[in-house]
């Protein structure tokens, strides 16, 4: 887990460990795969800087019944007691029927306190790791403000063989981390031993370089000299190869956490660091595809600026296109 001693996100203290599930519905067999779990599905606590919530897959799957629920809704209700973000690393099949309604009400337990965190101000970040599926992913998980996968996770609400098997048609990619990134679901998709630093960059508490694909591109192509007076500034306007507003994002920015998943090529949005100024960047590009954002486009540009007003963060953007589609 990597919230164990030594893990990249370690607790330097443990919550709610003396809570435990019950057999609320007297399920047959479930109290004996409790005893032989010995733990509960979920861990939370605080690491250095921000309160985690770790999912365990090892226990029942992951799935989440009432006291998973409660220590979520705890965590969550602490971190806003200390001006804290939240660490959400979730692996889970959904709720436990094991527990019936009694845990499918913890959906909407779990998604209210997501909802009380972000509204106090604070940024929350989800880990998807492999699967990330059922009532975790349609509740608290989904919720949080930024989110990374792990590279090849299965991630969706139904998982693939549930869908297949209700519908009686086979289920071809619809399922994966690399679909959730291309609909904007995630921000991210990476190996797991680059999603920590991923993790601090978008926490503001290193610097978030990463893979060059997370940045915005270089200039295309040396800058022509272009007349002088008026006309120079036309042609230093319509000038191709000269920098558009990704490359001036670029030069601008110390630290860049991609948001959006690149759902469109001519508009970018991250967290960023600027002058030191921790803020919200939004950037066009007018080389990328026709230069002219699409309706998915707007809907991320509307998302990075309700993002800066629930952390508090400043705005800045760079418009540089030939027109909307």
């Not at 435990?20 to 605080?46: C, H, I, M, N, Q």
């Not at 869908?163 to 048609?169: F, K, N, P, Y």
């Not at 993790?199 to 295309?220: E, K, Q, Y």
């Not at 309706?295 to 760079?318: D, E, H, I, K, T």
């Amino acid at each position: 887990m990597l919230s164990d001693p030594g893990g990249p996100f370690a607790l330097r203290e443990e919550w709610d460990s003396t809570l435990r599930s019950g057999d609320p519905l007297s399920f047959p067999g479930y109290a004996a795969k409790l005893s032989a779990a010995g733990r509960e599905s979920v861990r939370t606590g605080l690491a250095d800087g921000f309160v985690v919530i770790e999912g365990d897959f090892d226990v029942l799957g992951g799935s989440m019944g009432l006291v998973h629920g409660e220590r979520v809704v705890r965590a969550f209700d602490r971190a806003v007691g200390l001006g804290l973000p939240v660490v959400a690393i979730t692996r889970s099949g959904g709720a436990r029927m094991h527990e019936g309604m009694v845990a499918l009400t913890q959906m909407a337990r779990t998604a209210a306190a997501a909802r009380r965190h972000e509204r106090a101000g604070l940024l929350s970040v989800a880990v998807h790791l492999s699967p990330t599926t059922g009532g975790v992913f349609a509740s608290y998980s989904s919720l949080c403000q930024v989110r990374v996968a792990e590279a090849g996770a299965t991630i969706g609400f139904a998982g693939p063989r549930v869908v297949e098997q209700t519908t009686g048609e086979p289920v071809d990619g619809s399922h994966t981390a690399e679909t959730a990134l291309a609909n904007g679901l995630v921000d991210a998709v990476l190996p797991v031993e680059e999603i920590p630093a991923w993790v601090r960059g978008a926490l503001g508490i290193a610097p978030a370089d990463g893979p060059s694909t997370h940045r915005p591109p270089t200039p295309v192509a040396p800058l022509a000299e272009p007349a002088e007076g008026a006309w120079g500034e036309v042609e230093r306007a319509r000038s191709f190869g000269r920098p558009s507003g990704t490359h001036v994002a670029r030069a601008l920015v110390t630290s860049w956490t991609e948001i959006g998943g690149r759902v469109d090529p001519a508009l970018r949005a991250g967290l960023a660091t600027v002058h030191g100024q921790r803020a919200v960047v939004v950037a066009t590009d007018r080389y990328a595809g026709s230069g002219r954002p699409t309706p998915a486009g707007y809907r991320l540009a509307q998302r990075a600026f309700r993002l800066a007003g629930n952390l508090g963060l400043p705005v800045v953007s760079l418009v540089d296109m030939p027109g909307a589609e």
